[in-house]
C-alpha cells in the first residue's frame, strides 16, 4: 500500500465518498438496523489480475476504521472465476455505504492490470515492453499507473514534466523536428531525455540526425517499423503507438521496437466484474 500513499489520497477517497453517498445511504439507512453486523466475500466472477484491494481498505477506513478487511490475494496476484479475494466484518450499515467506491475502483484497476497482463503474454519472447501512456482518467492518474505496473507493464511518462515528448504540434510550431530537438537541448535540463513522434522514414532520419534519444513510430505499419530498427541500429530507443489496442502486439514486436504504448491500457478499459457479497451467518 505504500506507493499508493501518495499525496491528496485521503481527498481523493473522501471526495469519491461524498459524490456517492450525498446527504446519505437512503436505502441502507432505512432498511437496516444502524447495530447490524455483516459478513461479506469479494468474489472474482472472472479470471484476471487483481489490482486495488489496498484501495478498498482505504475506502473502509474512512467510513469506519472498525471494519476488518482480510484479504486473500494481493495486488498482482492472478484470480480465477470464483475465488473469495478479500472478507469484510463489520458494521452492516457501514459495509454497504462504502461498497460501490470500493467496488468501483477495484474493478477499474483489476481491469487496467487485466489488459496489460495480456498485452505482455502477447509479446512474449520478444525484447517489446508494453507501457501506458497519458491517455488516463482526470483525477485517476496515480491509480490507473499503478494498475499497469500491477499487470507488468512500465508507466511512460507520468506528467508533463516528466520528460520532453515533441509530438506533430510542437514541430509545427517550431518549424522542424531538427529547430525542435536543437531548442529542447539548449532550454532543456540535461537530465531529461528527448522524445521525437514520427510518422515516416524521412521524418525518423530528421530526428535521428538531430539526435533523439527516444523515437515514437506513429501509426506505422510492421514493415515500417521494421526498416526503421535496421536504420537506427541501436542508435536510439524505438518505441511503437498510436492505436496499438487494435494492433496483433506480436507483430508490432517482432519488428524489433523497444516499446510498445498502448493508451487503450487505460482510456477504454472495460472493469473485471468483481462481486461483493453478505453471508448469512
Known sequence: MNELNFF????FIRNALSEDIGTGDITTITTIDKNKRAHG??????DGILCGIDIVAAVYREVDPSIELIRHFNDGD?????????????NAVNLLTGERVGLN?????????????????????????IADTRKMTPGLR??????VRCGGGTNHRFNLADGI?????HIVAAGSITNAVKSARKNAPHTLKIEVEVETIEQLNEALDAGADIIMLDNMSVEMMSEAVKIVNGRAVLEASGNMGDRNLAEVASSGVDLISIGALTH??????????????
Open 8 to 11: 491528496g489520497l485521503t481527498d
Open 41 to 46: 466475500r469479494y468474489i472474482a466472477k472472472e
Open 78 to 90: 492472478k484470480i480465477k472465476k470464483g475465488d473469495v479475494i478479500a472478507e469484510v466484518k463489520g
Open 105 to 129: 475502483l477495484l474493478q477499474h484497476m483489476s481491469g487496467i492490470a487485466t489488459r496489460t497482463s495480456e498485452a505482455i503474454s502477447a509479446v512474449a519472447g520478444t525484447n517489446a515492453k
Open 142 to 147: 496515480v491509480l490507473e499507473k499503478y494498475a
Open 165 to 169: 515528448l515533441i509530438k506533430d504540434n
Open 268 to 281: 477504454s478499459v472495460r472493469a473485471l466484474d468483481i462481486s461483493l457479497k453478505f453471508v448469512i451467518e
